[in-house]
């Protein structure tokens, strides 16, 4: 081998003192042997020479463009994605009443006539591509154990208020009413209780006269309860499983409950599994809840294993034969009239997973856990010209998500110190009443609602006796269930003008009259965002949204509103103080009235100043920003 010995390395390496020297010479550029060249190197004309005798300027190097966001996030991109249906948000479809004419819903006469006696005498966008698609006119798709050729999965991304909860109750109730014997066929799971009590209402108002039962698990009330609502018989161990419902609509951590701990409750005969704003319900990893809810809908091992084993058949007993059993938890097929017969045959259960939301995730391994069959998405997007598929496609991978056309977005920058009497003079000035307001914590709630009363109080003094204080009323984990019943259904019949609540409600929850939504505390993201002000400017009719942004949350927010593509969206309201000075007074009025009873009830408590200026009670010092007495 030749190993260059030391010289010949010294003389393909050129000592720095010798670059140094040669530095004003083309050949010194080139890491060569000046032995090997040659003839001298000759420059490319593009390359400019300055100044003879100085270094030639070569172009910089260029870097290919970065991928734009949008580029990346299309990358690797689900099949069933890209195929996915996006339908305009402004389609409806007249329902037609009587006659063998469905006019294209799909609808028996029998629910078309149902949903007139309720008003409506359209379906909304969502309802015109998910009904066809949900209710075939092919009957045997519409069967109820549908084992050789199971229904596709479905993905639904709708605005808020466009009317998804109807989607899926329609076809749930057509399909279900042709049942025969009650068993639990329908699975509706979300985040909380108050809107598990709102799809039931939706249901029983639109399966009134169908005989379906319809159930709800929410831990409202005792587990033994819900256990003896829910199953008819406890008492021996049915293989198919009992029920006294059809449909069941639950919040996840009672339904692992069911799942573990109630005798017969069987999911097996399962035609409709939906997770409603899916998002969320995903985001809850409580229990792994979701892993367990699928396992709970396909057959055990023991009988897959039944069916691989072709040697080792148990003689099945006569309670297999029992029709309880959903043919996709038999071990053989079988029916009635032939009895079994041995054969092994690929059968999958007839369970269609229904997933919606306004803000539907696109997190792949999010979505991969759902074990989704053949998905089928469907997008509704804006109406507005320069929306069109392709951007409606982008949008949904961006997580750009589409709000209601009706709905008109304001924010207002302030000094967080402020921010109360902006809220006064937005109730006050803008009459934004019958108004849902959101704040950040269940405290800041407590805290807005004491304010407001006590700024109404005062105006009250100031004024003769025909003044008529708002009625404002906070909204929060604080209050028992009884309690947040009471005042949901006051707010709802216009007995409070003003509600003030955490993020609690701020999904899913529809109340007609809720014309305007004050985001009190910024929200934190964009899905939040979208939550919050899709309470108002529902089913088309028109709302307005406030946000009241802090002077050091307005680059945050607007980057939030930016990365949705939604800055423009959302008009900046300038507040003068001339608009202010009527309301002030009261203001101040509150801030020294809470001032001197902070002080008050820190004295009775205990307080003392220490020579340093410091706050001390009991013998501690308080830190230093108590020294100013945060109101
Ligand atoms: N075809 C229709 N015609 C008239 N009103 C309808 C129609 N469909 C639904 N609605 C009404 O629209 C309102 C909003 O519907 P729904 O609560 O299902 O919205 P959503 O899309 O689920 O909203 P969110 O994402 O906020 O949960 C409800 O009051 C519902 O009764």
Known sequence: MDVPHEGSQKSLKPSKKRQKVEAGREETLMDVDEEQVPTRLSIPPSVPI????????????????????????????????????????????????????????????????????????????????LLPFLLPKNSRKRALYCTYSPPRDVCVSAPTGSGKTLAYVLPIVEILSSRIVTRLRALVVLPTRDLVNQVKETFEAVAKGRGLRIGTATGQHSFSHEQSQLIADRSVNLQGGSS????????????????????????????????????????????????????????????????????????P????????????????????????????????????????????????????????????????????????????????????????????????????????????????????????????????????????????????????????????????????????????????????????CSDLISRGIDIQHVSHVVSYDVPVDIRKYV??????????????????????EARYFKNM????????????????DKNLSSLLPHYEVYLSDRFCAKLMLFIVEGLRITQGGLFEMRGKLLPRHYTCLRL
């Open 50 to 129: 300055t100044n003879p005798g100085t270094l030639p300027l070569f172009p910089l190097p260029t870097l290919p463009d970065f991928p734009s966001r949008r580029d990346l996030a299309l990358q690797g991109l689900d099949q069933a994605l890209v195929d996915a249906e996006f339908i305009d948000s402004s389609t409806s479809l007249p329902v037609p009443l009587g006659g063998d004419d469905d006019g294209g819903t799909n609808l028996s006469e029998r629910s078309r006539k149902r949903l007139h006696e309720l008003g409506i005498a359209h379906l909304f966008a969502v309802q015109t591509s």
């Open 244 to 315: 006294k419902v059809d449909v069941l609509i639950c919040t996840p951590g009672r339904l692992i409950d069911h799942i573990t701990d109630t005798p017969n409750f069987s999911l097996q005969h399962l035609r409709f599994l939906v997770i409603d704003e899916a998002d969320r319900l995903l985001a809850q990893s409580f229990q792994d809840w979701l892993a367990q809810v699928l396992s709970a809908t396909r057959p055990s091992k023991a009988v897959r294993g039944n069916l691989s084993g072709s040697l080792d058949f148990v003689t």
């Open 317 to 500: 007993s006569p309670i297999l034969y029992h029709n309880a059993i959903a043919p996709a938890f038999h071990p053989f097929h079988c029916s009635i009239l032939d009895g079994p017969n041995y054969i092994y045959e690929q059968k999958e259960t007839s369970c269609q997973k229904l997933l919606f939301s306004a803000t539907l995730t696109r997190d792949p391994s999010k979505i991969a856990g759902l074990e989704l069959r053949d998905p089928k998405y469907f997008v509704i997007h804006s109406s507005r010209p320069e929306k069109n598929a392709s951007s409606g496609l982008l949008d949904i991978v961006m997580e750009q998500f589409t709000m209601p056309e009706s709905l008109t977005e304001h924010m207002i920058v302030c000094e967080s110190s402020q921010k109360p009497l902006y809220f006064f003079y937005l109730v006050r000035e803008h009459s934004v009443l019958n108004c849902l307001v959101f704040t950040k914590s269940a405290e800041s709630t407590t805290r807005l609602v004491r304010l407001f009363e006590y700024f109404e109080q005062s105006r009250a003094n100031n004024h003769d006796g025909s003044y008529k204080p708002i009625v404002i009323r906070p909204y929060s984990s604080d209050l028992g269930a009884a309690e947040r019943k009471s005042v949901l259904e006051k707010f709802k019949a216009q007995e409070i003008q003003i509600l003030v």
């Open 531 to 552: 939550h919050r002000v899709g309470r108002t400017a529902r089913a088309g009719r028109h709302g307005d949204a406030w946000t009241l942004v802090e002077e050091q």
């Open 561 to 576: 509103l930016k990365d949705a593509d939604h800055l423009d969206k959302v008009r900046r309201l300038r507040v003068l």
